[in-house]
């Protein structure tokens, strides 16, 4: 087994003034942050969770190995919000799987109501349980999923990175199968959109994580957009399957492209890059101020050299 096209997509939302949402998409490592607290220390919450994550190297295995970079994701979080009066108080979700391709492993991490699906055949299920209010209230018997959803303490959670010196992190490992894709996504996703409409979304665009990335975000907007909306798709293929095609680069409009096609990423820069140093040069054609007063000068001169042969002629 291997690891198949992935996509990552993060959007404010409609609500939102700022996004406090990260994402790692660096295969083998998926992830999802959804960072809180006032000012722009959410956004400082999830940054450093992400970063944290991102130093897992090869020998960072399982779900020992997610848990122990959550769990260090949380100290450099909780440090920062004793050292940093404006953090106080700073938190994040974070939910990461790891992907040995080998064996098809799949070590999931997990903490806050980012969560993580896989999508079997076609059937979507919730791999992760939020650590959120609404979630425990179901859990013991007092509201129904259904009320649970349009619960106002929905966004509540019971457990972050970030707000303790430690943490409780549920982490597992579970099997895939060539065809599985995985979805983790934050709760501007799944607040918006039901399970159903997840995978709908999802077959839509064929199963093609990019596209199916955008449908999402789009589905989400389309329902309100509540709160920054975050996805992360990925696929496990078998060995035999064919390698993802490249992504092509995006070509700025503005620039033209000569027609013989043979162009390269360089020649797509020199021209932008000149495009744009063109642009303050509006008096090209006509002579600057400082051409004008040599101009002047020179019918002066011409003048007083003039009146002078004149005057010595006359006497
Ligand atoms: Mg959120």
Not at 13 to 25: K, P, Q, S, V, Y
Request: glycine share 8%; hydrophobic share 45%; aromatic share 2%.
């Amino acid at each position: 087994m291997k690891i198949g096209r992935t996509a990552g997509v993060t959007d404010t939302g409609r609500r939102r003034l700022r996004n406090e949402d990260a994402f790692i998409c660096e295969p083998p490592l998926f992830a999802v942050a959804d960072g809180m607290g006032g000012a722009r220390a959410g956004e400082v919450a999830a940054g450093l969770a992400a970063a944290a994550l991102e130093e897992a190297g090869s020998e960072t295995r399982g779900a020992e190995g997610v848990a122990a970079l959550i769990v260090e994701a949380n100290k450099r979080i909780w440090e920062r919000s004793l050292n940093d009066p404006r953090t106080t108080g700073m938190g994040t979700t974070v939910t990461a799987a790891l992907v040995d391709a080998a064996s098809g492993a799949v070590a999931i991490g997990h903490v806050g109501d980012s969560r993580a699906y896989l999508l079997r055949d076609e059937t979507l299920e919730q791999l992760t349980t939020d650590h959120s209010l609404v979630a425990e209230l179901v859990e013991s018997g007092v509201l129904t999923p259904e009320e649970a959803e349009r619960h106002p303490q929905r966004s509540a959670i019971t457990r972050a990175l970030g707000t303790e010196p430690t943490v409780e992190v549920d982490a597992f490992t579970m099997q895939a199968e060539p065809g599985d894709l995985f979805l983790v996504c934050s709760d501007g996703l799944s607040a918006m959109l039901s399970d159903e409409a997840v995978s709908s979304a999802i077959e839509t665009a064929d199963r093609d994580p990019e596209r199916a990335a955008a449908a999402l975000v789009a589905a989400a907007n389309a329902r309100g957009g509540e709160d920054n909306i975050t996805v992360v798709l990925f696929e496990i293929v078998d060995d035999q399957a064919p390698a993802p095609s490249p992504v092509p680069e995006p070509v700025p409009e503005a620039t033209v492209l000569p027609e013989a096609g043979e162009l390269t990423e360089e020649d797509v820069q020199v021209e932008a890059s000149e495009s744009v140093a063109a642009e303050p040069e509006p008096s090209r054609h006509g002579a600057g101020a400082g051409g004008r007063v040599a101009a002047l000068a020179l019918i002066v001169s011409v003048l007083v050299v003039g009146l002078l042969v004149l005057y010595l002629a006359v006497r």
